[in-house]
């Protein structure tokens, strides 16, 4: 089973797919991704199949589906 990033844009979610236990070009290529948003501020959360979040720091190889958002701005 496929492991996908899903990250937030203007265009609607940019994805990215890997295997996990694969060390391969798109397990590299989300881990890139994953940190360039995460220096753009954006919130990681990793969705169980259950439908379970959890707000994480790290990128995890692991993880099943993780989202990415940029935080609202209230005022």
Avoid: C, H
């Amino acid at each position: 089973m496929k492991s996908v990033l899903k990250i937030q844009s203007i265009r609607g979610d940019d994805e990215f797919q890997w295997d996990p236990g694969v060390e391969d070009e798109q397990l590299r290529r989300a881990k890139q991704e994953f940190a360039q948003a995460r220096d753009r501020q954006f919130f990681a959360y990793s969705r169980s199949e259950s439908g379970d979040t959890e707000v994480i720091e790290d990128f995890d190889p692991n993880a099943r589906e993780i989202l990415m958002a940029i935080p609202l701005l209230g005022g």
